[in-house]
């Protein structure tokens, strides 16, 4: 039976800017970088702790005609603080699908951000 979401992949162009963007931008960490057997492609994960947790996996060179949206619709990082990530972003001159942050009616708070292949990245408040 599974348990929880272990990783989310998503295919990309050039896996050293996604890595560089998803450290700097995102604040996480590479945990895990190897060839696959095949001797073409190239994964990478990242996540934000060292334990067990969801993470991200960047694939290089399974294809190289990716959507204009990326591979998968949206990530969704869950964050404390919404305002202080969307002024991050900023200053970081990420590229904005939202203009402001969202207010959804039950208070949850969200913006969407594009990835270095188009891929959408939501932050996301409770």
Same mark, same amino acid.
């Given at each position: 039976?599974?348990? =929880?979401?272990? @990783?989310?992949?998503?295919?990309? =162009? ?7 963007? %998803? ?5 996480? !960490? ?5 060839? @696959? ?6 994964? &990478? ?23 204009? /949206?990326? !591979?998968? @619709? @949206?990530? &969704? ?5 919404? &305002?202080? /990530? %969307?002024?991050?972003?900023? !200053?970081?001159? &990420? !590229? ?11 208070? %949850? =708070? %969200?913006?969407?951000? /594009? ?12």
């Amino acid at each position: 039976m599974a348990k =929880r979401i272990d @990783h989310t992949g998503i295919m990309v =162009r050039d896996i050293n800017a996604s890595i560089t963007f %998803y450290e700097e931008v995102l604040g996480m !960490k590479l945990k895990d970088r190897i060839t @696959h057997t095949n001797g073409v492609i190239e994964l &990478a994960f990242l996540g934000f702790e060292d334990g067990p947790e969801t993470e991200i996996e960047l694939i290089q060179g399974y294809s190289s005609e990716l959507p204009a /949206e990326g !591979k998968v @619709h @949206h990530i &969704a990082l869950l964050t404390d603080d919404i &305002a202080a /990530e %969307y002024t991050k972003a900023e !200053k970081m001159n &990420a !590229k904005f699908i939202d203009e402001e942050i969202t207010t959804l009616p039950n208070g %949850y =708070r %969200y913006f969407y951000i /594009e990835g270095p292949d188009g891929e959408w990245i939501e932050f996301f408040q409770r």
